[in-house]
């Protein structure tokens, strides 16, 4: 029997192209599912974490051993990712409703959601676009997927900030060598929502 | 300093000074959308459709002065996200003499006249704030006040409208975060409501516009519009890429 992972394109290009696919796939899924209430939220966020995760897995990408370090530099880009906008943005604050209880299971289902989005597009999709073009084409793509993936459920005025946290988060996962930095500053940052 | 801490260290440099300038730019604050459980309740309409939820929330807050200027307000209905908001800095509204507190109020409300072109979708909001006297509170020049309305689920092609006291007049709106909020940085309070424009969109849950819309009834064929192009857009792509690579990899495999 055929392995997923030994049928997956061996191309570093076609290895990307796939994981777009996969990733513009599930973001669009996701989306059809907003506005149905807290119980869908969970479960669609649930699915779609392990959709990502199976994609990254499948892809090739497996977690490193965690080492402290990491975390730290992935503090600090979470402070970076909550401070910056809080300092320098407008005062105006409007409210997207992202408090649903139980507050643990939230907690749970985000952090599956953010492990899974840093496991394909920090992991295993700017693997596959450095392999292909070098780092500034890993970090360019990965980050404009990073922000498009978010597109059906925010509207296009996410686009500037997504594109400008998935720079950063990139250039997490290149200081550090893998993706648990990223991870826990995207992990921080959604987090943070819940009392923005 | 070996190739690859530095390309990070260059991605993070580039990602703060974007991450500034996308924070500057952004005409309304909202908490980071870098991901996360999404919920949106089902949209409450004043006058639901058949089978849509009804009972819209409204909202009274009354806020004491903050050391002699109206303090920062935020309020907001209590649906899950809220389905109108509004959010002013300190020291927005001039004060009359012997104001000790204000009231910020948001209630929905039955159109207070027909729009001429397009339709409301969902509910018309009238947006409030007044001392402890009752008397209406208007803005300091200058300065303005956040007003953010939802529309029914997945409307996204809207604009914001506020009652001028005879018409309704069109204003400069922004995303408010999701899809489907509506955002403006207005200098007057009253009633506002989303509109949608052309026939083109049904209302989504698939109902007949509410009762008190005057515009051309929409088409019972869901089209693309505006708000929806984005979507269609990705999708292709999405789907271009997939059967492209899927003819390659089937390709490579023929003997």
Request: glycine letters at 12%; proline letters at 9%; aromatic letters at 6%.
């Amino acid at each position: 029997m055929t392995s997923l992972a030994a049928s997956w394109p061996t191309s570093a290009w076609h290895r990307a192209a796939w994981l777009s696919a996969g990733l513009g796939a599930a973001a669009l899924a996701r989306s059809a599912f907003i506005g149905a209430g807290t119980v869908a939220a969970f479960v669609v966020g649930t699915t779609f974490g392990l959709t990502l995760l199976s994609l990254a897995v499948a892809a090739g990408w497996r977690p490193a051993r965690l080492r402290l370090g990491s975390l730290g530099v992935g503090i600090v880009g979470g402070v970076i990712l909550i401070g910056i906008p809080e300092l320098v943005g407008p005062s105006s604050r409007a409210v997207i409703g992202i408090r649903p209880d139980p507050f643990l299971a939230w907690v749970a289902v985000t952090a599956l959601v953010v492990t899974a989005e840093e496991a394909l597009l920090r992991g295993a999709l700017l693997s596959a676009l450095d392999a292909a073009g070098g780092p500034a084409v890993a970090v360019a793509a990965s980050s404009v997927a990073f922000a498009l993936m978010h597109v059906p459920v925010y509207g296009w005025g996410v686009v500037p900030i997504d594109l400008a946290a998935g720079a950063l988060l990139a250039g997490l996962r290149y200081l550090t060598g893998g993706t648990a930095a990223p991870t826990m500053a995207h992990l921080l940052a959604d987090m943070a929502t819940w009392w923005l | 300093m070996t190739r690859r801490s530095r390309a990070g260290w260059l991605t993070i440099a580039a990602g703060v000074l974007l991450l500034v300038a996308a924070a500057r730019l952004s005409p309304v604050w909202h908490g980071p959308l870098y991901d996360g459980v999404v919920v949106e309740d089902p949209y409450r309409y004043l006058e639901p459709p058949p089978g849509k939820p009804g009972n819209p929330t409204s909202v009274s807050d009354t806020l004491t002065l903050d050391q002699g200027v109206s303090p920062q307000l935020y309020s907001g209905t209590l649906e899950t996200p809220p389905q109108a908001q509004m959010i002013a800095d300190r020291d927005a509204f001039q004060l009359p003499t012997g104001t000790t507190s204000i009231k910020a109020s948001i209630s929905p409300i039955k159109p207070p006249a027909p729009i001429a072109e397009g339709r409301i979708s969902g509910n018309v909001y009238r947006f409030s704030v007044v001392n402890q006297a009752g008397a209406d509170l208007s803005l300091l020049p200058g300065t303005t006040i956040t007003i953010v309305v939802r529309a029914p689920n997945n409307v996204a092609n809207g604009t914001l409208i506020h009652f001028n006291g005879t018409s309704w007049d069109r204003v400069p709106t922004d995303n408010g975060g999701l899809m489907d909020l509506y955002a403006t940085n207005a200098t007057v309070l009253g009633d506002y409501a989303v509109l949608v424009s052309g026939a083109q969109t049904p209302e989504p849950s698939g109902q007949a516009p509410p009762s008190f819309s005057i515009g051309p009834t929409p088409s019972a064929t869901p089209g693309p519009t505006g708000g929806q192009t984005p979507w269609l857009v990705i999708g292709l792509v999405a789907a271009a890429i997939l059967v492209a690579v899927l003819w390659r990899t089937l390709g490579d495999r023929e003997p």
